[in-house]
């Protein structure tokens, strides 16, 4: 029962044939529809219909993104418990969204339009599941495999974890704390990797980046020389985060959206303790090998 990945993100683009060509082929997404202004992506070895969606907008940042659930009566249990907080639940029906069945949708504490959903089609991974090679032949870009995590930003991240745990279970990873304790950063999963969702302080309904797992530290320098080959705008790394252990590199879709790709990390116990980062080890936490801001970490986002 319950939530088990970040499924989906929706992001503006303002420039629709642009976007396309920079997810299609420096990302390396496969395309797998187009309805109503905008297009839907996928990464190649996901089987699910969609994890990214463009659309159209006037400027870019984060539209809204999608857990997946495993059991179809999870969406009434979770509607339960929102409207229990007075949070209003919306009810979309099947087929209402391209490739996607009954959901539920809110707005978190934060200010982040989020959905929940049991059920989408399933378009394959370009491989037979009787005796498959370990790859499509026809990759392109980076070719990331599968949509990692998820960070955003709002004003009250310690808020934001008290809800996120009691309504969905998602476990605490690691903390930023200030001087008294209290957190002001957290990472939380429920796939057992080092985070599916990290908050971070900012603006209302602010998106930081949206990761996409590549298998090693070589894949991360791969995606560097692509992006440079493409003339993409590098905001950090390669690099080794403190927080996650994870490796990373950062950068700008056309756009201004924050995209990465991540590898490594740690595979948590449920019942693991939190990690804590102090204030002071901050920039430790985020870029371990620098130990300072790179690019414009904290500041920009969208
Ligand atoms: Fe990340």
């Given at each position: 029962m319950g939530v088990f990945k970040t499924g989906y993100v929706q992001l503006r683009v303002t420039d629709l044939d642009a976007a396309v060509n920079y997810y299609g082929n420096v990302l390396g997404l496969v395309e797998t529809g187009r309805e109503d202004g905008k297009v839907y992506f996928k990464c190649w070895d996901e089987h699910d219909h969609h994890s990214i969606i463009i659309r159209q907008a006037d400027g870019p940042g984060l539209d809204q993104f999608g857990f997946k659930t495993e059991s179809?009566?999870?969406?009434?249990?979770?509607?339960?418990?929102?409207?229990?907080?007075?949070?209003?639940?919306?009810?979309?029906?099947?087929?209402e969204k391209l490739g996607q069945g009954e959901a539920i949708s809110f707005e978190d504490r934060g200010g982040h339009r989020v959905e929940i959903y049991y059920k989408m089609q399933k378009v394959g991974n370009g491989l037979p599941l009787d005796n498959p090679d370990p790859y499509p032949p026809n990759l392109k870009g980076i070719a990331a495999p599968r949509l990692d995590h998820l960070l955003i930003t709002s004003p009250n991240a310690a808020e934001d974890l008290e809800f996120y745990r009691d309504v969905f279970g998602f476990r605490l990873t690691e903390q930023v704390v200030d001087p008294t304790g209290a957190p002001i950063a957290v990472w939380m999963e429920r796939s057992h990797t080092p985070h599916d969702l990290a908050i971070i302080p900012g603006k209302p309904g602010g998106f930081h980046h949206v990761a996409f797992y590549v298998e090693n530290w070589t894949e991360i320098g791969r995606a560097a020389d692509i992006l440079a080959m493409n003339n993409v705008k590098i905001d950090a790394g390669p690099t080794r985060h403190g927080i996650t252990r994870g490796h990373t590199i950062y950068f700008f879709d056309p756009f201004g959206n924050r995209n990465e790709t991540f590898t490594g990390g740690y595979v948590p116990d449920i019942d693991n303790p939190p990690i804590t980062w102090t204030l002071d080890k901050f920039w430790t936490g985020v870029f371990y090998w620098d130990r300072t801001e790179q690019g414009s970490f904290t500041e920009v986002y969208t």
């Open positions: 179809p009566e999870d969406l009434a249990v979770f509607e339960k418990k929102l409207e229990a907080k007075g949070i209003k639940v919306s009810r979309t029906s099947a087929g």
